[in-house]
C-alpha cells in the first residue's frame, strides 16, 4: 500500500464535511416532502428493481464507488498481509460482536424501556428487523465512507470482499440463533445481485480506466489522482441523490408514523456508535495506519439494508414490523455515518501516518 501523509489541500476536510452535511439535511427534506407531494413518481421508481434491489439506487452507488474502485492498485494487494490487523479488527467486530450487540439492544429497549408504548407483537417483529440489520454488514456505501477518510482503496475492497464470502457463510445461522428460526430461508439472489451490481461491476469499470490512464499517461500514478479528484462532485451528486430516493422512497411512511421511527432508531443509533467506538477504537491500540483504522471501523457501524430488508418481507411480510425497522435502519444510516466520518477525520492524528 502507498503512504500517504496529510498535506495542506487537506485542511479544508472540516469545511468540506460541515457543508455535505447542510446539503445532506437538504436532500432528507427535498426526499420528504417530493414523497409526499409525489407518491407516484416514488412508486414507479420503487418498482424498478430485481430480486429487492433497486436499478436506480444501484445506478447512484456507481457514481459513488467507481471512483475509489479506479484507485484500486491490485499490484499492492500483497501488502495486505503487512496489515492483518485490520483485517482481524473488521471480522471480530462484524461477526463476533455487531450481530449480538444489535439482539440485545433490541431486546432492552423494545422489551424492557419501550414496553409500555410498543405491543408485544409488534415490539418482536421490531426486534427481529433490528437482528437482521446487525447480522448484515456493509457492502456498497463502505466505499463512499472510505472515500471520505480517505481510506485505502485497495483495502476497504479486500475487507468488503471477505465479508461477503463471510457473510454466505455465516449470515443464516447468526440470524437462526438469535431469531430462533429454523426454516430460515437466505435470499440468494439479493445477496448475488447485490454484490455484482456493488461491487463486481464498478470494479471492473475502475480496473479498465486504471488501465487506461496509465497507458495514456506512460504509467504515471499522478493521472489516476487527477481522474478521481474530476470524480469526485459525481460521486457526492449520487450520494445526495440516493438521499433523495431513499427518503422518497418512505415520505409517507415517516410522516405517518414519527414516534414509532423515533423508537426504533433509538437503539439503532446506540448500536451504530458503540459499533464504531469499539472497532475505531481497537485499531487505535493497535496501532494501525488511519487509511487502515477509518475503513474497518466503518464498515461494521454500516449496514447491508438490501439483504436486510429482503429477508424481513420474507419472514415477515411487507407490512411488518421487521421490514419496517430494517427501512428505518436505511434512513438513519446516512447522517450516522457522516457524523462518523467528521469524527474519523477530525481524530486522524491518534493514527500512524495521519499526522
Not at 424498478?48 to 457514481?63: D, M
Not at 498481509?81 to 463476533?96: C, D, I, S, Y
Not at 422512497?249 to 405517518?256: A, D
Amino acid at each position: 500500500m502507498t503512504d500517504r501523509t496529510v498535506t495542506e489541500s487537506d485542511a479544508p476536510m472540516g469545511r468540506f464535511e460541515r457543508g455535505l452535511s447542510l446539503w445532506v439535511a437538504l436532500a432528507i427534506a427535498a426526499g420528504l416532502g417530493m414523497g409526499t407531494v409525489s407518491p407516484g413518481l416514488f412508486e414507479t421508481l420503487a418498482g424498478w428493481e430485481v430480486a429487492r434491489v433497486n436499478l436506480v439506487v444501484a445506478v447512484l452507488i456507481w457514481a459513488m464507488v467507481y471512483p475509489m474502485m479506479v484507485s484500486v492498485d491490485f499490484a499492492s494487494l500483497r501488502h495486505i498481509r503487512e496489515t492483518p490487523k485490520g483485517l482481524v479488527v473488521t471480522l471480530a467486530v462484524n461477526w463476533l460482536v455487531k450481530p449480538f450487540t444489535m439482539a440485545g439492544l433490541a431486546v432492552l429497549f423494545f422489551e424492557g424501556l419501550f414496553a409500555d408504548w410498543i405491543a408485544p407483537a409488534d415490539a418482536k417483529e421490531y426486534i427481529a428487523g433490528l437482528i437482521l440489520l446487525g447480522a448484515a454488514p456493509c457492502t456498497a456505501m463502505v466505499f463512499i465512507w472510505s472515500q471520505l477518510t480517505r481510506g485505502d482503496a485497495t483495502f476497504t475492497l479486500v475487507q468488503v470482499s471477505i465479508n461477503d464470502v463471510v457473510m454466505i457463510v455465516a449470515f443464516a445461522p447468526i440470524v437462526a440463533l438469535l431469531l430462533g428460526v429454523t426454516d430460515l430461508s437466505v435470499p440468494w439472489e439479493t445477496l448475488l445481485i447485490s454484490v455484482a451490481l456493488y461491487v463486481a461491476i464498478p470494479l471492473a469499470a475502475g480496473i479498465a480506466t486504471r488501465r487506461r490512464l496509465l497507458a495514456r499517461s506512460g504509467g504515471d500514478p499522478g493521472a489516476v489522482d487527477r481522474f478521481t479528484a474530476r470524480m469526485k462532485p459525481f460521486s457526492i451528486l449520487g450520494l445526495l441523490a440516493t438521499v433523495v430516493l431513499l427518503f422518497g422512497f418512505q415520505g409517507e411512511v415517516i410522516l405517518e408514523r414519527p414516534v414509532v421511527i423515533a423508537l426504533i432508531a433509538v437503539p439503532l443509533l446506540l448500536q451504530s456508535y458503540g459499533i464504531f467506538a469499539i472497532a475505531y477504537g481497537a485499531a487505535r491500540i493497535w496501532r494501525l495506519p488511519f487509511r487502515i483504522a477509518a475503513p474497518c471501523a466503518l464498515i461494521g457501524t454500516s449496514n447491508f439494508f438490501e439483504l436486510a430488508v429482503a429477508v424481513a418481507i420474507s419472514l415477515f411480510g411487507l407490512q411488518s414490523g421487521a421490514a419496517l425497522a430494517t427501512v428505518v435502519g436505511v434512513l438513519v444510516e446516512v447522517p450516522v455515518m457522516l457524523s462518523l466520518v467528521a469524527f474519523a477525520n477530525r481524530t486522524r492524528g491518534w493514527f500512524p501516518e495521519g499526522r
